[in-house]
Nanobody, 124 residues
Framework: QVQVVESGGGLAQPGGSLRVSCAVS????????MAWYRRIEGKQRELVAS???????NYADSVKGRFTISSDNAKHTVTLQMNSLKLEDTAVYYC??????????????????WGNGTLVTVSS
């Protein structure tokens, strides 16, 4: 069974930095892309940043220049480095992975898997 587990997050002051990481495990699989979403209280979940297996990145306009997404394909991990944090970055951050499981030597159709989320609080 595929597991997506986030770590990191916590409390930071405005202008500070935090890092959230995500690890994928459980059997054999091929990862096509990984992403971070966030859900700000009272709002819908939104894409923060994504990265393909080839290293192509995409960022929400609100975090460009402040957040950096990176991945380690061999370790099946993705990290979001968050700098110059703002109060409005306070949210639950979710890891999302697009992968295809390999079962009995056959690659299955890809599917999206989610972590349970990790809370990032920016407060003075």
């Amino acid at each position: 069974q595929v597991q997506v587990v986030e770590s990191g997050g916590g409390l930071a002051q405005p202008g500070g930095s935090l890092r959230v990481s995500c690890a994928v495990s459980g059997g054999l699989f091929s990862i096509y892309s990984m992403a971070w979403y966030r859900r700000i209280e009272g709002k819908q979940r939104e894409l923060v940043a994504s990265i393909t297996s080839g290293g192509k990145t995409n960022y929400a306009d609100s975090v460009k220049g402040r957040f950096t997404i990176s991945s380690d394909n061999a370790k099946h991990t993705v990290t979001l480095q968050m700098n110059s944090l703002k109060l409005e970055d306070t949210a639950v951050y979710y890891c999302n992975v697009d992968l295809a499981r390999v079962i009995g030597g056959f690659t299955q159709n890809s599917a999206y898997y989610w972590g349970n989320g990790t809370l990032v609080t920016v407060s003075s």
